[in-house]
Structures are given as structure tokens and as C-alpha cells.
């Protein structure tokens, strides 16, 4: 928690997440909106259960492109995300944002509540074994 190592790279922080703990590989796409398009995560009202990929809307520029490149966290039970924006954090699935929106006002992006999620089962479908499952066995 705390780390600023994945700052600004929710995808690629849940996907590690998963693939150096499980020695797998996940393959999603390039941001955390097609990610949740190509797992075809539906639009949800209930906390998402432990080990879901938790998707958001989230609309701003990269590399001067306007989009809705999403974010991404991943559940860990109890109506928490783990996540990261600025740094690694654990927050409330839906009110955890709310620091988030704060930091939008520095990269001119903005999040909104919208979110889907998947249990992982639909996202490892289509997974494949990665050298990183060399020690976990």
C-alpha cells in the first residue's frame, strides 16, 4: 500500500496482481475500458464479489487523445478495492473514488460511478501459462 510504482497504470497494477501470484498471463487490452469491453463486464448495482476486476468510467487525455480509458481495481471482499491512482490504495468500491476525483483536477480526467464487474473465471478463460509460474510451485 502506498507505492507509487504503478501510478497512473490501474490495468497493468491488477494484472500483475494476478499474473505474478497465479503464473498465469491475462490477456486484456491496451486500457482499462477495453479491458472491461473484451471481458464484456456488465454495468452492476451490487458490491462485486473477492477477486472481481472492478471497472470504472474514467474520461480525460492521454498523449493529447480525449477518451474513456477506464480504471480498474480489483476486489478483495468487504466492499473494498484495491487500486491505484496516485499511489497503491484500498478503498470503499463506490466512495473510494471520491480521492480519486480529487486528483482528476491535476490530469484533467474524471471518474465517474458507472461500474461493471467480472469474476475472474471469465477473465483467465482465455489465459495462458507465463515463465512467472517457475518458484510458485
Known sequence: MGSTEYHGRCLAFVEDAYELSNGVEIFGGSSARESADIYEAKPSNTPPPRGAFVFYDCWGPIDSVYKNWGHVGLSIGDNQVIHTWDRVRRDHFLSGL???????????????????????????QGSGVNGFSKGFE
Do not use: E, M, S
Not at 490530469?107 to 465517474?112: A, D, F, N, P, S
Open 98 to 124: 471520491d480521492g480519486a476525483l480529487l486528483i482528476r483536477k491535476n490530469v484533467g480526467r474524471t471518474i465517474t460511478y458507472i461500474f461493471r464487474h467480472i469474476c475472474i473465471f471469465r477473465i483467465v
